[in-house]
């Protein structure tokens, strides 16, 4: 009988547009984030970056330095006359140079910026060390490179892009599938408790069957789009074909699917005991509140800690229940905790599944039924115990 309900239940979401448009939208979003770490890190070409330099006659002194080569640019002298304000109102140069001052059509490339000065300021050192009778071979000496290497234990500037991408895919697909198909069991529960649907079924299954069938027929579906988002992720990363992906982003995958299980175990029976305590469609919108401010707070929590640290409040959120489906994925594929703190934070999720599970549970039965002005939340666990 569980697994009937569960047919049903699946069949009849999976046929709607909302859930396909969804599906298809989710996918396309995770590629296309995916393939933007390219530009976080520098895409895949170590070719230099082409740009036009406009040069003023008082700035012709610096042709040749500018042109030197270089791994950062490729530059195209272009001489215009005193003005040359048309050649970069038309997009002909990226800047004009006078010798003195940089003139940006609009926001500086910070690049070529700190590029230009620095090309400037070394001709300027070696005109006036010249002047001082330094020659090559001395300031060679003097300016030779100091051989200073760099390690760094979180990865490279390449690899943290990556895990700062990866943790907030991970972050944002677990908050939205969370939210989502919580709303979808809880709509679906209101509907039949509005049209007295559940009354029939009522009349031969019994609450917890219903629920179970329920939780068990959506989350299966809501594990099968998730199952393509991850398709969709692991497109976009192939695409990324020369940088090395962390080992803490391959290991977070297999931590979403686990804790978006446990989390849909426990959000769904949360979702669906606020849906059974109202009987009208637009009194949801505030019901749902308890369940999705926690969702919210782990969220928000995720988002602030981009590109920081590892926090107390970012540990602590990763082993509470409410908030670790959300936090846990980004916290393991943004700063890869130890073993054991994951472990024990899936550990604790999993035990609360069955214990939500069951007070949810007697709040569905016991409101199932009450149909007319919204139950408040807390009377409702009050009175779980009725049958």
Known sequence: ?????????????????????????????????????????????????????????????????LTAPNDEFDVTIAMVDDDGRSELLGGNVDVLFDGETLIWEGFPQSDLDVFIRNSVQQAKFIERAGDLGLGPGELGTLFADVPIEEERLDGSEDQQGIRIAAAMVSTVATFIMLQVWGAFLMMGVVEEKSSRVVEVLLSHISARTLLTGKVLGLGLLALSQLLILVAGLAIGLSLVRDIAIPDGVWGSVPLLLITFILGYGFYAALFAAVGSTVSRQEDAQTAQLPAILPLLLGYGIAAASVGGSDTLVVKIASFVPFTSPVVLP????????????????????????????????????????????????????????ET
């Not at 569980?2 to 709607?16: D, N």
């Not at 007697?362 to 409702?380: D, N, Q």
Request: net charge positive; proline share 6%; charged share 15%.
């Open 1 to 65: 009988m569980i697994w009937t309900i569960a047919k049903r239940e699946i069949v009849s979401r999976a046929r709607t547009k909302p859930f396909q448009i969804l599906t298809f939208l989710l996918f396309a979003g995770v590629v296309a984030a995916s393939v933007a770490i390219s530009l976080l890190t520098g895409g895949d070409s170590d070719e230099p970056t082409e740009v036009a330099i406009g040069l003023k006659p008082a700035g012709a002194e610096f042709a040749d330095v």
């Open 330 to 385: 980004f916290r393991a594929a943004m700063f890869n905790p130890p073993l054991w703190q994951i472990i024990l934070s899936l550990a604790i999720l999993a035990g609360s599944v069955p214990i939500m599970l069951k007070l949810a549970g007697a709040i569905y039965r016991t409101s199932l039924l009450k149909v007319g002005t919204r139950i408040p939340l807390l009377e409702a666990f009050r009175n779980r115990a």
